[in-house]
Structure formats: structure tokens, C-alpha cells
């Protein structure tokens, strides 16, 4: 879980033409103030440690970062950031070094695989890219070596500018990276999915691209392949939340501070551009009505994937209705095949294959039914060889 500060809410020095936050600046609901005292009082009462957000954070002064990193390390022992980078200066790089910051880049690729990332004009937009790319160098050379998200669209990752990407992928490996975070486009308007959205095919196309990458860069963590894999042996303590029944009006593994010490949630099923009031506890109807709707009405019934996937990312449900599954189902189910193909070649039983799977899914529903969270971990006994992927299972339940 973490704690999400957005000091500037969703104000960014740039204008992804695809961002999920974009809803919520079309409404006119950008912060312009903050107030560090209550923020800092927000925090506490979350527990922290807290990771730096925005829109674009480093739009915040140097000194009122600085006052967060040093509080963020005394009571911490540290905190993050998620930036675009172009801002990134001496005074940044200092701050990271001195007060234990993990830095994490949100970039789409070199040069025109970056250009959905606009900045108001064409040269504006490149010339901002590259100083995202000199900050990725510069980040690297400083030993503050930065996790990187990379969202796939039609910009980078169509069949013409894959394989671009891909070399771009092996360079930053070279340079040191060793944490990549892949996202498919979350769509919130037409235009956006005229423009930028890849189809199903070439969505997975991109993604077996990265899979066979993988095994060519051991040193890479590609988390989305990590968790889907640990997801298959029932291992779904540490993974993304994604895969694992996010409530959209409490989003467990995201506590927004916002400037004004405000709780809020995470940003991506704001399709109104509202950013409502965090709920007091979960509910989870969205997964007790997916399990039990037809697929052809939106939901997940019938799906051995079901306890892996669980309809996935509200976000990026169906319509925009976060009790709809995924639209990207597709993609996940023939991933996932993949994944399972793994396992079951090195003659393991993941748990979508497993007998147990029905007990199992019986169990989720009676907990999520009584408003708990279940974990399938917790439910599961591992043998001894677990470890290499067989879920031994015996339900706790
Ligand atoms: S809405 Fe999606 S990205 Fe946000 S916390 Fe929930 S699962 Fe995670
Ligand atoms: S793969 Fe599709 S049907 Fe299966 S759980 Fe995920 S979204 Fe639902």
C-alpha cells in the first residue's frame, strides 16, 4: 500500500494526450495551493512512507520538495517520486541522494515514440523527451538508478515502432535500469481511441514482444509478467493492485493526500472528473457480480483466470463502468494462457488448472460476501516445491 501525495493535484508541466487524468483538468478540478502542515498531518494519519505524485510533482518549489524529502526521511527513512523527468535539475538530483528518494519515470520511449507526452508543439514535445531521456542518464550516473513506466498505444508500440521500442528497452537495460512497469492505454474519450488505442492483437503482440525480451534481460524486472506468473501459484501477497479486486471508492493500494489534506482516491475511475470522497471501509460488488455475469453481459462468469485476473483494473472497465470487466480481457486471457502454458510444460499445475480452483473461488466469494479481503495466499498451504510454481494446495478455508 501507498500513501499518494499530489501537492499540485493533477497540474503537469505536460499534456498527455492519452493521461487518465484528463477528465478531471477538463472539469477545471486542478489544485493550485497547498498546504504542507496538512499534508504532512494527512500522511501521519496514513502511516506513510509516501511517494510524490501529480500530475507532475517536480512543479512543486525546491524548497517546500526539499522540506518533504527531509520530513519524509527523518520519519520514514525515505520516499518516492513519479515524474516525467523534464523538469529534473542539480537541486533535484541533491535532494534524491540526500533524503533516500526512489525515483520512478513515466516515458513512452526516444524521440516521436514519446510525442502522445505533448508539450504544445512538436519541437516543444522532442525537446522535452530528450530532456526526460538526459534526466534517465543523468539519474543513472548519479547511482539514483529510476524505475520506469512505459504505456503502450499506437504511438510506440504499433508493429512499425515496436521493434524501436524494444531496442530502446535493451539500451536503458545497458544503462542500468532494472524495474519496468508496462500499461496498457486506459481510454476515457473517442478521440483518444481513434488516435491512440492498439487493438487487442496488437496490444498482446507488443506484450509477447516483451516476454520473449525478458528471458534476453535477466536483469530487468518486468513486474506485470512477475505478478501474473505469481498470481497463477496463488502467491498474491506483494502484487500490483491490479490483479487483485480493487474497491474503486477506496482503492486499497492507493491513499491520495491531496494539497489540502484531503483523502482521496486513486485517480483512474474519475471518469467524471470528480475526485469523490474516500468511502470508510471496501465494498466488493464489482467482484460478486463478475463472477456471476455472463461475459457477454460484461461480466467474467466461466473464466478459469477468474482469481488471477479478477475483471482487472476498474479502470479500464467496459464503457467506463467500473462493474464491467476489462475492455482489455482479451489480451489478459491469452496472456495468461501463455503464462499457464509455462507451468504446465515444466509439468506444474497452476491453480487455473488446479481441482482446487472451484473450493477456492467459493472461498473468495464468501469473504468478499462478508466485506472481507481475501488472499489467496492466505487460504492456500504451500508444499515445499511452491517455491518452483506448483500450488500444493490446501484450502484454509
Ligand atoms: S483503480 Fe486500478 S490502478 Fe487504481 S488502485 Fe484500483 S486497480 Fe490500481
Ligand atoms: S481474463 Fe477476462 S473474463 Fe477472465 S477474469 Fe480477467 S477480465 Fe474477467
Known sequence: MGVEVRP???????????CYQNPERDAGNEE???DIALMKTAIDHEGGPFSLFGGEPLLVPEDDLEDLFHWGHDHFGGSAIQTNGSLLNDRH????????VNVGVSVDGPGE??????????????ERTARTMAAIERLCAADLVPSLIVTLHRGNASAERLPVLIDWIGEMAAAGITSIRLHLLEVDSPVVRLKYALSAEENLAALLAFLRLESGLPAVRFDLFQDMRAMLVGMDDRNTCVWTGCDPYTTRAVRGVEGDGRRT??????KEGIDFVKAD???FERYLALYQT????????????FLMCKGQCPGTALDGDWRNRTEHCAVWTSLYERLEGEFLRRGLVPLSRHPIRPRLEAAFMAVWSRGGTPSMSGMLRFGADARDGEAHATPAV
Do not use: H, K
Open 8 to 18: 499540485l493535484g493533477v497540474r503537469c508541466n505536460i499534456q498527455c494526450q492519452y
Open 32 to 34: 493550485r495551493t497547498y
Open 93 to 100: 538530483l541533491d535532494m534524491f541522494a540526500r533524503y533516500n
Open 113 to 126: 515514440l514519446n510525442d502522445a507526452r505533448w508539450a504544445g508543439s512538436l519541437a516543444a514535445t522532442r
Open 265 to 270: 482516491n486513486c485517480g483512474r475511475t474519475n
Open 281 to 283: 471501509r471496501p465494498g
Open 294 to 305: 455472463p461475459q457477454d453481459a460484461g461480466g467474467c462468469q466461466g473464466c478459469r483466470f
